[in-house]
Every structure is written in C-alpha cells, then in structure tokens.
C-alpha cells in the first residue's frame, strides 16, 4: 500500500509559478514510476508529468515541456512538480500517482497507475 499526499495548489496570474509537492508513505517497491496528472470537468485525466523513481528520468507532456519540471527527493519520499510560466489552460486539479510498472513514467496514462493522492486545485488566472 502506498498513501500519497499532496499539497502546494492555489490561485496565480498567468506567467507566475507554484510548485506542487507529493508527499509518500508505504511500500517503495509500490513506487517505481510516478506522475503528475491534472483533470477539468468534463475531460479525461491527463499525465503531464512522470519519473522513473531508480534514477530520476523523466517525461513531459508536450503541453509542459519546457515549463514545468518534476523531481524527486529521495531522503523525503517527496515528488515535486514545479510549474513556471503558467497559462490559463493550466488551470485543473492536479493529482499525483504511483506504479509499481517501471515503464509507466514514460507517457503516464491513469490506467497504469494504482495509488492516488486527493488532488490539489491549480486556478491560473489571466
């Protein structure tokens, strides 16, 4: 079992930042791969974000990349997801994963991944 939680949401203009953080807790070997995903109403969750947790490789939708960073620190069993120069379609709540696949990391889709934090509300405004 692996329990994540999340905090580091809230309100921004546009071309500000926040950076998200996923705290861990559990069985590691439950945490090979994790991810950043964010959902509005009305549309399916999307990755925009994963890691492979062995050795830090990393994934960007192409919506993000190039603005938004994920790492991990490994001594806080914490994932972060910086987010710079956000845009009004960035605005969702944004959960965090965990999978015991090693491959997920790479182009996260919510079916590969078993544990999920809360979410967190992320409201970009213009």
């Known amino acids: 079992q692996v329990q994540l939680v999340e905090s580091g949401g809230g309100s921004v203009q546009a071309g500000g930042s926040l950076r998200l953080s996923c705290a861990a807790s559990?069985?590691?070997?439950?945490?090979?791969?994790m991810a950043w995903f964010r959902q509005v109403p009305g549309k399916e969750r999307e990755g925009v974000a994963g890691?492979?947790?062995?050795?830090?490789?990393?994934f960007y939708a192409a919506s993000v990349k190039g603005r938004f960073t994920i790492s991990q620190d490994n001594a806080k069993n914490t994932v972060y997801l910086q987010m710079n120069s956000l845009k009004v379609e960035d605005t969702a709540v944004y959960y965090c994963?965990?999978?015991?696949?090693?491959?997920?990391?790479?182009?996260?889709?919510?079916?590969?991944?078993?544990?999920w934090g809360q979410g967190t509300q992320v409201t970009v405004s213009s």
């Open positions: 890691i492979r947790t062995s050795d830090g490789a990393t």
């Open positions: 559990g069985d590691i070997r439950s945490r090979k791969s």
């Open positions: 994963a965990a999978s015991e696949g090693p491959s997920s990391w790479f182009a996260p889709s919510p079916y590969q991944y078993t544990y």
